[in-house]
């Protein structure tokens, strides 16, 4: 498994995404405040496009007409059919035996120790100065 | 006859209230003058024209009177004709889709003591469902808590059709004190025509009526499952009649699809809606529409997923088949054995009391 540089932490704004190709696949990138996720691009349900979708709260309830919201932005929400995914596992909220988007481990690595390697960063230009979004793929 | 040997259980049957004079002795005195001053009566509902060939099957039809009335032809044909070991009487009568509450109250109240003294005093193997007026589920509760000590009612009646959609809370008392009594709620076709029997609109044939109303029953799981009383009520079946159940698998596609996308505002609903129908919902097995095939049906049964949902019926006296052919074609004996008595059994917990 090699790890791949794949963006600096300064591109992708609190809340927001970014859409990378690693090794010919698409790859969803998730700031939540600071902490960045990485999952499939692709909606294993219908092949919506992740990276488009909200990172909302996790929805429980113990009866009706009380709502219980945890996990604070750890759910994707796919933008095509409302199908919710764990930020974390990729697995879909309402079947995880059958659906799961694949997650891959996401680190902020400082360039200084990105120059060192062992990296795959040929196409992207990496800055002792910087500090960069690194993806095991 | 029989089925094998077996004795079914019969869940579905229907005497009927042959007016308004039959029920004058089981209603207190101010209704009673109300009653007869206004010329209150033939609160039949408009599914079940008694007139109707639908109503009645030629066979099963008496030379006077409306269909149903006769207790002697219900025990002769229904009874002794399907070999019933038990049989449960559902009451279609307009108590329960009366505007006014207090009058609802009192004809619902005097159809059950009716019910009680004129059918269930005179044969063991009747059983009957409390008819109640949901109306005022504040009354209705009370007529649930005036009959429930009598074992042989063994389910609440409500009609598939009122006010407001069965799933909203001011209905939940009702669930609340069918669920405190172990009494299934039976929803059955019928209406209090407050709202058009269609979702676009009122329709004007009875064919109309009876064919959409598989469509109401859909709207009414749907209302049950999205208010969150399956998930408030955790023991309460329900056991849909008269309107057919090969509708079940699409239906059932459709609530999932939708769950999975949509389900964040209904969070209570927190596993698959067909899983929750599956365990949570009955249906008996007349009219079926059963396609032509019978290997279809098996395919269809299949997809439905869930063998213990189904329960006998013959609908008796409504036409819906011939001779002794209550049971659909496709079923597995297997599966026979469990909707003619094991279903039965395990869905309404009264029945065991007094046939173990």
Known sequence: MARHVVATTGEIAPGSSKLVTVRGRSVALFNRDGEYFAISNTCPHAGGSLCHGALVSLVQSSRPGQYELSRRGEMLQCPWHGWEFDIRTGQSWCDPESFRARAYQVTVEPGETLAKGPYVAETFPVAVEGEYVVVEF | ?356
């Open chain 2, 1 to 356: 006859m029989g089925f094998d040997g077996l004795m079914p259980i019969d869940c579905d049957i229907h005497p009927a209230v042959p007016g308004m004079q039959a029920l004058l002795p089981y209603i207190d005195d101010h209704w009673r003058e109300t009653i007869i001053s206004r010329g209150i009566d033939g609160l039949d509902l408009n599914l079940y024209p008694p007139g109707a060939e639908i109503s009645c099957r030629p066979d099963w039809r008496p030379e006077s009177g409306k269909p149903g009335t006769s207790f002697e032809q219900l025990r002769t044909q229904a009874l002794d004709g399907f070999g019933a070991r038990i049989a449960i009487c559902n009451c279609l009568y307009g108590g329960p889709a009366m505007y006014s509450e207090d009058l609802g109250a009192a004809i619902c109240r005097a159809t059950n003591l009716w019910m009680a003294r004129e059918w269930l005093d005179r044969d063991p193997r009747l059983r009957a469902s409390i008819v109640v007026p949901v109306q005022s589920p504040e009354l209705a509760v009370e007529e649930i808590e005036r009959c429930a000590p009598d074992r042989r009612f063994v389910q609440v009646l409500m009609f598939a059709a009122g006010e407001q959609p069965l799933g909203r809370r001011p209905h939940w008392p009702i669930y609340e004190a069918a669920q405190r009594h172990g009494l299934p709620i039976g929803i059955h076709a019928g209406s209090s025509h407050r709202h058009p029997n269609s979702g676009i609109g009122w329709t004007q044939y009875l064919l109309q009526d009876h064919a959409a109303f598989a469509q109401t029953f859909q709207a009414q799981l749907l209302s049950l499952l999205a208010e969150g009383v399956f998930s408030r009520f955790p023991t309460l079946k329900f056991v849909l009649m008269e309107s057919g159940f090969t509708w079940l698998p699409p239906f059932m596609w459709r609530a999932v699809k939708m769950w999975r996308g949509l389900r964040r505002e209904i969070p209570w609903v927190d596993r698959s809606p067909a899983d929750i129908i599956r365990e949570r919902v009955r249906i008996t097995i007349q009219p079926a529409d059963a396609p032509p095939d019978p290997a279809q049906m098996r395919r269809t049964l299949e997809m439905i997923g869930a063998d213990e949902m189904f329960l006998f019926s013959s609908d008796y006296p409504h036409w819906r088949f011939e001779g002794e052919a209550a049971l659909p074609g496709g079923f597995s004996p297997e599966l026979v054995r469990k909707i003619l008595v094991d279903n039965p059994l395990a869905t309404y917990p009264r029945l065991k009391e007094v046939l173990s």
